[in-house]
């Protein structure tokens, strides 16, 4: 059975730095590109950032680049996102998922139970 | 990069059909043929229902279906049940920022 089980979400000082982990199982996870996808609070899903199944491609929406690190340790069966200099606007949920095709754009066939962050003095 | 658009709300009575739709633009829905869809239950995580336009994941029941018409994709559910109740979101590849979600689409079963 797939699981994909996301940690590391909590309550951030404006400024601060977070670092979300999925771990990830029932799956050969070297094989799929995975990605993070987050949740405002009562409003719609935003696309954060992929990554291919080698770490050879990484992408990252225009809101968090430069602050946000996407990393995968395939040994580990694990995703990452190292978060700083966090704002407000940075509050949601955090889900990671699962690409289901061998191309990075394509959908997310499974996705964990997502992990809350939040970003308040 | 703006959100796909779809309607705020759809609403339809057990056993008829109902379409949501996602208008973007030559960049994304129009160009490429990645697009899928989601359904999200409150509290639950997203779910996959269509990707690649069209093509149904397995276990997702066949009432659920997929297509696309220049810059419009859509998603058609047949016989509607109680359970469809939910929030769609449609998502889309898109060459000036990678992925972009609809705004969501809130469906009452009547």
């Known amino acids: 059975e797939v699981q994909l089980v996301e940690s590391g979400g909590g309550l951030v000082k404006p400024g601060g730095s977070l670092r979300l982990s999925c771990a990830a199982s029932?799956?050969?996870?070297?094989?799929?590109?995975m990605n993070w996808v987050r949740q405002a609070p009562g409003k719609g899903l935003e696309w954060v950032s992929s990554?291919?199944?080698?770490?050879?491609?990484?992408y990252y929406a225009d809101s968090v680049k430069g602050r946000f690190t996407i990393s995968r340790d395939n040994a580990k069966n694990s995703l990452y996102l190292q978060m700083n200099s966090l704002r407000a606007e940075d509050t949601a949920v955090y889900y990671c998922a699962r690409v289901g095709t061998a191309m990075v754009w394509s959908g997310n066939d499974y996705w964990g139970q997502g992990t809350l962050v939040t970003v308040s003095s | 990069q703006s959100a796909l658009t779809q309607p705020a709300s759809v609403s339809g009575s057990p056993g008829q059909s109902i379409t949501i739709s996602c208008t973007g633009t030559?960049?994304?829905?129009?160009?490429?043929?990645?697009v899928s869809w989601y359904q999200q239950h409150p509290g639950k995580a997203p779910k996959l229902m269509i990707y690649d336009v069209s093509n149904r994941p397995s276990g997702v029941s066949n009432r659920f279906s997929g297509s696309k018409s220049g810059n419009t994709a859509s998603l058609t559910i047949s016989g509607l049940q109680a359970e469809d109740e939910a929030d769609y979101y449609c998502?889309?590849?898109?060459?000036?920022?990678?992925?972009?979600f609809g705004g969501g689409t809130k469906l009452t079963v009547l």
């Open positions: 030559s960049s994304d829905v129009g160009g490429y043929n990645y």
């Open positions: 029932g799956f050969t996870f070297s094989s799929y590109s």
């Open positions: 990554i291919s199944s080698s770490s050879s491609y990484i």
């Open positions: 998502s889309s590849y898109t060459s000036s920022s990678y992925v972009v």
